[in-house]
């Protein structure tokens, strides 16, 4: 089956821009999570959706970060604006269980490298 | 607090030999662990998993200790092949009330000596 896709895979910008990040899912998957790994450190979660709703987002930073996943499917990750510590891999993962359920073994796409100038 | 830390950041192995990979946590609500493999580039990919009701899980070539008395994990890779070489990292997983959630230790770099 078609792993978690990720796009793009490299993005450099200057601080104060605006970035968008974009995740399509494995099919089937209820459960969809953002994580942003800083070099030299395991990642960390951002966000997390079941189906179009938000589960978790107390990790996100809401006056610069947003997210969604409108149809419950692919989702976007948006930094609005960006600054230097932004610089990192943001992750995407996805999970067939519900959030809600005990075990959940993530599938992970190959991630977004983000660096701010 | 949640936290899941490594030992040794960096470890080198002959190859073939067997490699033993280090995890020390501090949440005693973690209802599993979890095992990754991170090589450059990719996402994290799962190799073991291990619920806290138990002491020890086989895999094909890997094998995971869990120790609650001292809250330590460990990911034993028997025969260690160059394929081996990433960052390993141990994770928890933790149910609450609204959701589950995995908490990432800071990995450890695997290095394949031939």
């Known amino acids: 089956e078609a792993g978690v896709a990720q796009s793009p895979r490299y993005k450099i910008i200057e601080k104060r821009q605006s970035v968008a990040f974009w995740c399509n899912p494995i099919?089937?998957?209820?459960?969809l999570y953002w994580y942003q790994q800083i070099l030299g450190q395991g990642p960390k979660l951002l966000i997390q959706?079941?189906?179009?709703?938000?589960?978790?987002d107390s990790q996100l930073p809401k006056d610069r970060f947003s997210a969604e996943r409108l149809k419950g499917v692919d989702s976007t990750l948006k930094i609005q604006p960006a600054k230097l510590e932004d610089s990192a891999v943001y992750l995407c993962?996805?999970?067939?269980?519900?959030?809600?359920?005990?075990?959940?073994?993530?599938?992970f796409g190959p991630g977004t490298r983000l660096t701010v100038l | 607090g949640e936290s899941v830390g490594l030992h040794l950041p960096t470890l080198s192995v002959q190859e073939g030999d067997n490699s033993i990979i280090n995890c020390a946590y501090s949440?005693?609500?973690?209802?599993?662990f979890i095992w990754y493999k991170q090589e450059s580039g990719k996402g994290p990919q799962f190799i073991i998993d291990?619920?806290?009701?138990?002491d020890k899980r086989q895999g094909q070539r890997v094998t995971v200790l869990l120790n609650k008395t001292v809250k330590h994990l460990s990911l034993q890779i028997a025969a260690t092949q160059p394929g081996d070489s990433a960052v390993y990292f141990c994770?928890?997983?933790?149910?609450?009330?609204?959701?589950?959630?995995?908490?990432f230790g800071s990995g450890t770099r695997l290095s394949i000596r031939p």
């Open positions: 993962a996805s999970s067939f269980a519900t959030a809600r359920s005990s075990y959940n073994e993530q599938f």
């Open positions: 099919s089937g998957h209820a459960t």
């Open positions: 959706f079941q189906n179009n709703g938000v589960v978790d």
């Open positions: 949440n005693s609500a973690s209802d599993y």
């Open positions: 291990i619920r806290s009701n138990m």
């Open positions: 994770a928890e997983n933790i149910t609450e009330s609204s959701a589950s959630k995995i908490i």
